[in-house]
Each structure stands twice: as C-alpha cells, then as structure tokens.
C-alpha cells in the first residue's frame, strides 16, 4: 500500500533548459519539511512547446506545474482557462490540474510586488523593464498597480519602446528603478548583462533582477559598485512559490 502511494502528487517545472533552476530544491525541501513523501517535483524541460500535449499523455498524476522562460506565454492556448489576472496579465507561470482541465494563474505578480516594496523609495516614480518576454508583462502590471510609470527595453523595441543604445545618461537619471526581466547573466553564463549605461547610475536607483542564480549577477554587481540599491529574485522566486502552492491545494 505504501508504494502504491508514492508519487501520486507530482508537481514540477516547465521551461527549456532549466538545471539552473532553484524550483526542484525549494519544493522537495518544503515536501520533506511537512513529511509529504507521497509528494514530488521535477523539471521538465521542453526543446518545445509544442510537445507539452504529449507530456500530459505520457505523464501521470500530475497536480500543478510552474512555468518558466520561454513558456509563460507560448502555454496558453494549450490551457482551458485563465484566471481573471492571468487573462489581464498575458502570462502564466503556474498551472493546476482540476476537473476541469489546466486552469492558468500568474503567481509572478505577487512574487514581484511583496518583494520590490520594501526597497521603493518616495523618488522611485519611474521605471525601465528591461526585456518583453512573458515575465516582464507580471512586472509591468504590479508596477500599473503600484502607479509607477514604466517602459520597455527591447533589442528590437516596438512602438513607444526604447533600444538599449537609448539609454543615455539624461534617460538614465530620470528612471531610477531598473528591473532585469531578460535571461542575461543566468549560470552558468554569470559574465553576461543587459547592455546599459551602467556609469550614469547612482544612489537614487534601484536595480531588480529577477534572476536568482548567482546570488549576484553582474547587472546587479555593476549597480552596486555605482552605490544603488540592488535586490534579486530569490525573494520573489519563494512567495510566487508559495501561491501556487496554495492555488495547487485551494488555500487562497
């Protein structure tokens, strides 16, 4: 009866090329903290997206999946539905398996909010969000909601965006918080950054990355040495882990 009841909560991770990743430890920690050993979580790591039906297929007694780069807007039209702020989001980084198919959440909006508050200060009006991949639309709605304007960098900007070779000093000293949303700098590529003017910064600015892994990242090395305030996403990466653990066992 007990290996019958092995593994029968299987969670895990969607991306492409995902080792990196601190999801697999953060979870088999907390399952073995609440001694849920009919509990596991593994990654798995899609070439493409496109082959995410037969995984359901091949894949039993799957709970709850979190979603990473590349995928948070590319696995929506393999979902049923959509939360409410998902829908408004355009992006899904956790998924729940119910009787009614795979239901869409966004649990990267809480993460990014309750970990960027504590270090906004009364000057931090405006904002750059470097990348506009499917995390950066999360960063960009907490942002509306916190009313700090904002605007994107992209290596090929769309209309009202701005190219990093933009981002020149004046622009610099007028949008003090910077988020990092592009996989730049990532292990075990730790030498990479987003191409800024890492000169003009100072101590009025704030630098997110929302990388985790290294600990600090050269983007954010680079902002420190210039003396601003730097934060990454492991404080973030915890509590957007933490709601879809609660969306996985309804106890929102």
Known sequence: ???????????????????????????????????????????????????????????????????????????????????????KIGAVNTIKFGADGLTGFNTDAYGFQKSLEPHLKTYHKKALILGTGGASKAIAYVLDNLGIDFSFVSRNPGKNQYAYDDLNAALLHEYLVIINCTPLGTHPNIAHKPSIGYEH???????????????????????????????????????????AWEIWNDLE
């Open 201 to 243: 910064l100072g101590e009025r600015h704030l630098l997110f990355d929302l990388i985790y892994n290294p600990e600090r990242t050269s983007f954010l090395q680079h902002g420190a040495a210039q003396g601003a305030a730097i934060c990454n996403g492991l404080h973030m990466l915890e509590l957007q882990a933490e709601k």
């Open 1 to 87: 009866m007990e290996k019958e009841e092995k593994n029968k909560h299987r969670f895990g991770l969607l991306g492409r090329d995902i080792s990196y990743s601190f999801s697999r430890g953060y979870f088999s920690t907390k399952f073995e903290h609440l001694g849920l050993e009919s509990h596991s979580y593994e990654n798995f790591d899609l070439k493409e997206i496109s082959v995410f039906p037969e995984l359901l297929r091949n894949t039993n007694d799957i709970r709850g999946l979190n979603v990473t780069i590349p995928y948070k807007e590319d696995i929506i039209p393999y979902l049923d539905a959509l939360d409410a702020q998902a829908e």
